[in-house]
């Protein structure tokens, strides 16, 4: 009777790339389901202005605020001019209250807004420029890569070392 030899290495299993199935649960409809998505939209973000929250020196409502902004900014070279009876209501605030986030967003440069009119009197929504916040991330940004790379290269050596 003849035995099969040892083997003398073992044989790690490399990943699959994932199946169209596998795929399609990464879309967003199935994570919130085609009502919630289809029938209300979706906001693109940049995860580096998640990741920035806390270096934007903004508080966390003024930072919503924001959020609400960038959810009207669909085109790059025209400000959102949403009202801001309409954030308010969204949010569970007054006017006022919106008004002073948004007096903080331009203090720290995030924001520069243009009063707009109809007419010659009638004030209307006013644009909100977003270059600042554009320009800040841009400006963070290198700073969040050097992080990222220092990360990872802690812990290519740490599973090289496992």
């Keep these: 009777m003849t035995t099969a030899p040892k083997p003398t290495a073992s044989v790690v299993k490399m990943p699959t790339p994932p199946s169209s199935k596998e795929k399609e649960k990464r879309k967003l409809e199935d994570r919130f389901s085609r009502q919630v998505v289809g029938s209300y939209g979706f906001t693109q973000l940049p995860n580096l202005l998640l990741y920035a929250q806390a ?7 003024q930072f919503n605020v924001l959020l609400h902004l960038v959810q009207h900014w669909w085109d790059a070279d025209k400000a959102p001019h949403p009202k801001i009876e ?3 209501r969204r949010m569970g605030k ?3 209250m919106v008004l002073r986030y948004l007096d903080g967003l331009e203090k720290a440069g995030l924001i520069k807004r243009e009063h707009r009119y ?24 290198p700073e969040f890569r050097k992080a990222k790379e ?10 090289t070392a496992a």
Excluded at 55 to 61: A, E
Excluded at 150 to 159: P, S
């Design 55 to 61: 270096r934007l020196k903004i508080s966390p409502t």
């Design 150 to 159: 220092f990360r990872d290269k802690r812990q290519k050596a740490a599973e």
């Design 94 to 96: 007054s006017e006022r």
């Design 118 to 141: 109809r007419g010659k009197q009638k004030q209307i929504s006013s644009a909100y420029r977003l270059d600042g916040l554009r320009e800040r991330l841009i400006e963070l940004e």
């Design 86 to 88: 309409t954030i308010a």
